[in-house]
């Protein structure tokens, strides 16, 4: 369904990671385009010849039942959230569909604008 090729595909597991990334296409000039949970099947988020951060490998999470928080990281889709909620008998306020994108859902309210507009 979508046809878009990147030049180069980062697949990173950690924050510093990213960070390199992002520098790495900011100082090669590259359009940047980020791939979270993967959900947006129309893939307006990716571009063509440039540089893509893919952060499916950054999918931690934990629950404190404590706290009644979660803290996750952007590569987690919801099904994988929602199971581990549920053990502590909590719900997650996010859509239904369980291979949506944690990140991408609460970034951008599960309705993600085309690369020209992220910053």
Do not use: W, Y
């Amino acid at each position: 369904m979508v046809d878009k090729h990147p030049a180069v595909i980062v697949q990173c597991a950690s924050t510093a990671e990213v960070i390199s990334a992002v520098k790495f296409g900011n100082e090669h000039d590259a359009p940047i385009s980020v791939h979270g949970g993967g959900h947006n099947v129309v893939g307006r988020i990716a571009g063509d010849d440039g540089l893509m951060i893919d952060l499916s490998r950054m999918n931690s999470f934990r629950v404190d039942p404590t706290t009644e928080t979660a803290r996750v990281e952007l590569g987690v889709v919801l099904g994988e959230l929602a199971r581990e909620t549920h053990a502590f008998g909590f719900e997650t306020p996010l859509e239904s569909n369980s291979t949506s994108g944690v990140g991408g859902l609460t970034l951008g309210g599960g309705s993600v604008g085309s690369p020209e507009r992220m910053e």
